[in-house]
Every structure is written in C-alpha cells, then in structure tokens.
C-alpha cells in the first residue's frame, strides 16, 4: 500500500522556519516525483514546490521563491520542505503528493500534477502568526 506522511508542522512567529518531512512507503520513491501542496481555510489548493525524482529539477511557486527550498534522500524515502522567513500568509494544512518520474516540475506543474497523483498524504498543519 502507497502511502505519504508529513510531518514536521506547527505554529511558528513571523520570520520563523520550520522543515516540513514527506516519508513514503510501499513504493520504489525514485520512481516518484514529489510535491507540496497547501490550502489555508476558505482558500483553494494550490501548488507550493516540486522536485523530479532525482533531486536535480525543483520548482517554487513566485510567493515563497528565495524562502522555501525542496529537496529529497531517496535513501531515505524523504522529501523535505525548509521554510524559512515565513509569513501569515504562509499559514495552511500542508500536503505532499507524488506523481511518475517523467512528470513535469516546472511552471503550472502543480495544475498538471493535481488530477494525476497516484498517492497524497494526509497533511500537517502549519500556522504562522503575526
């Protein structure tokens, strides 16, 4: 059975950081790209960041560009999402996702990746207060 964790959530002040841990089980990971989602209450989903299977592409959406970097220990089975200078808009329930290896991780990646993941997790709770 595939299956996606996350861990690494919490409440933070502004300008704080947190690291955010995809684990996956019951897959072969580097068979897999990775990605963040969020939805914040009364908001849509929408794409955060992505990595391809090796670790060499990421994408990051324009609003967390420079703050948040992605990267992945496929020995592991483990995406990571550092945060860092976070801000109350960053604030949301935090999903991972994975998608096939020959995904696309770049612009409009997570419109393309929504329909088609083959395992999401069941989030973990990120709160940023002001």
């Known amino acids: 059975q595939v299956q996606l964790e996350e861990s690494g959530g919490g409440l933070v002040q502004a300008g704080g950081s947190l690291r955010l841990s995809c684990s996956a089980s019951g897959l072969p990971f580097d068979d897999y790209a990775i990605g963040w989602y969020r939805q914040a209450p009364g908001k849509e989903r929408e794409g955060v960041s992505c990595i391809n299977w090796s670790g060499v592409i990421t994408s990051h959406r324009d609003s967390v560009k420079g703050r948040f970097t992605i990267s992945r220990d496929n020995a592991k089975n483990t995406v990571y999402l550092q945060m860092n200078s976070l801000k109350p808009e960053d604030t949301g329930m935090y999903y991972c996702?994975?998608?096939?290896?020959?995904?696309?991780?770049?612009?409009?990646?997570?419109?393309?990746?929504?329909?088609?993941?083959?395992?999401w997790g069941k989030g973990t709770l990120v709160t940023i207060s002001s």
């Open positions: 996702a994975c998608v096939s290896k020959d995904s696309p991780c770049g612009p409009l990646w997570h419109t393309w990746w929504a329909p088609r993941a083959d395992c």
